[in-house]
C-alpha cells in the first residue's frame, strides 16, 4: 500500500495506473511545484482537468488533457513532451564559432543539446582560445542571436573567463525562496553536463558586447543574464524570446516527460525575470555595427 501511494513520486508503480490515475499523478505534481498554481485561473483548470480525467480511456487522451493545462500551472515556458515527440533530433551539436580580428574576438554560442563529451568540447574551444589568447584579446562580442537553450552549463563556463567568480543568477520560487547559482574557479552548480575546464583564468577590464535576437531563449537568456556579472557590457540587438524562468523535468509512467517551470530567475543586478525579455541597451537591426562603434570608444 506504501508504494501504491508514495510509489508515482519516484515515478514507480507495482502495476501500470488506469489512465485517469496517470493524469491525475500528473495534475498533483503540477499543483505542487507548478510556478502559476496560486492563480484562480489554475484553481479552475484544475477543476476541469480532474473532471475530464475521468472519461480518458487510455494514456494519450491524458497526455492530451494535460499538454492543454501544463501553461496554466507553469506558464508558457512549460510543455508535455510524450515519446512519440522524442526524436534522435532532440540530441543536436553544434560547436560555437571565434573569430579574431586583431584583438576583437567574436564568440558564437549556439544551443546545446549534446552529451557530456560534446559539452567539454563546447566549453573547451571558447576556454582554450581565451587563454592561448589572452594577453592580445582587447574586447570581446558574444553572439547569442538564435541560441533557443538546451544546457546552460557549457555555455555559461566556456566564457567565465570573462565572468567574475560569485552569484551570477538566482532562482526564485513563487513563496521567495531563492537558489543562487555560481560561478567559482571553473564551476557552476548548475546545468546538467559535468564539465572539466582546462584552465581557469578571468580576463578583467574587458569590454564586453551581447548580441541577442528575439529567438534568444531559455538558456540562450540565462548566459545572456549571467553576463550582467561583468563590469563593461552592453547589450545589443531585439528583446529575447522571454522563456526566462526555470524548468524542472517529470517522468511519467508512460515515457512522457513533463518539463514544469518552478521559478523565475535574478540577475546579479537582482533585477526578476519570469518570462519576461531581457532587454538589449540598444535595440537594432545592426548589432555588430553598434556593438564595434561601442567598443572603439574605448581605444
Known amino acids: 500500500m506504501v508504494i501504491y501511494i508514495y510509489g508515482p513520486n519516484i515515478n514507480f508503480y507495482l502495476l501500470p495506473p488506469s489512465p485517469e490515475r496517470y493524469g491525475k499523478i500528473a495534475i498533483k505534481k503540477m499543483n505542487t ?18 473532471v475530464d480525467m475521468h472519461s480518458a480511456h487510455n494514456y494519450d487522451e491524458a497526455d492530451a488533457i494535460l499538454q492543454k493545462i501544463i501553461k496554466v500551472a507553469g506558464g508558457k515556458h512549460s510543455q508535455i513532451v510524450t515519446t512519440k515527440q522524442i526524436t534522435t533530433e532532440t540530441e543536436h551539436y553544434e560547436e560555437p564559432t571565434i573569430i579574431n580580428d586583431n584583438g576583437l574576438v567574436t564568440i558564437h554560442e549556439p544551443q546545446f543539446q549534446g552529451n557530456t ?47 567574475p567568480d560569485g552569484n551570477i543568477l538566482s532562482f526564485v520560487s513563487p513563496d521567495g525562496t531563492s537558489e543562487r547559482i555560481s560561478l567559482k574557479k571553473g564551476t557552476i552548480n548548475a546545468g546538467g553536463a559535468s564539465i572539466d ?13 551581447v548580441i541577442i535576437n528575439k529567438q534568444t531563449g531559455s538558456s540562450g537568456e540565462m548566459t545572456a543574464l549571467a553576463l550582467k556579472k561583468v563590469s563593461k557590457v552592453k547589450y545589443f540587438g531585439q528583446n529575447s524570446a522571454s522563456f526566462t524562468s526555470v524548468n524542472r523535468s517529470f517522468s511519467l509512467y508512460t515515457g512522457t516527460t513533463m518539463y514544469l517551470t ?3 530567475v535574478k540577475d ?16 537594432t537591426n545592426d548589432p555588430y555595427g553598434h556593438a564595434k562603434q561601442w567598443i572603439d570608444s574605448f581605444n
Not at 511545484?33 to 480532474?50: C, I, M, P, R, V
Not at 581565451?130 to 563556463?157: Q, T, V
Not at 575546464?197 to 558586447?209: C, E, M, R, Y
Open 262 to 264: 518552478t521559478a523565475g
Open 268 to 283: 546579479s543586478k537582482n533585477k526578476l525575470y519570469v518570462n519576461d525579455p531581457i532587454v538589449p541597451d540598444i535595440q
Open 197 to 209: 575546464l582546462k584552465h581557469n583564468i578571468k580576463l578583467t577590464n574587458v569590454p564586453v558586447a
Open 117 to 163: 563529451q560534446q559539452a567539454n568540447e563546447y566549453a573547451n574551444k571558447i576556454n582554450d582560445f581565451l587563454f592561448k589568447r589572452k594577453h592580445e584579446i582587447k574586447s570581446i562580442i558574444i553572439d547569442l542571436s538564435n541560441n533557443n537553450g538546451g544546457d546552460m552549463a557549457p555555455m555559461i563556463l566556456g566564457i567565465s573567463s570573462i565572468i
Open 33 to 50: 511545484y507548478g510556478y502559476f498554481t496560486n492563480s484562480k485561473a489554475w484553481q479552475k483548470t484544475e477543476k476541469k482537468a480532474l
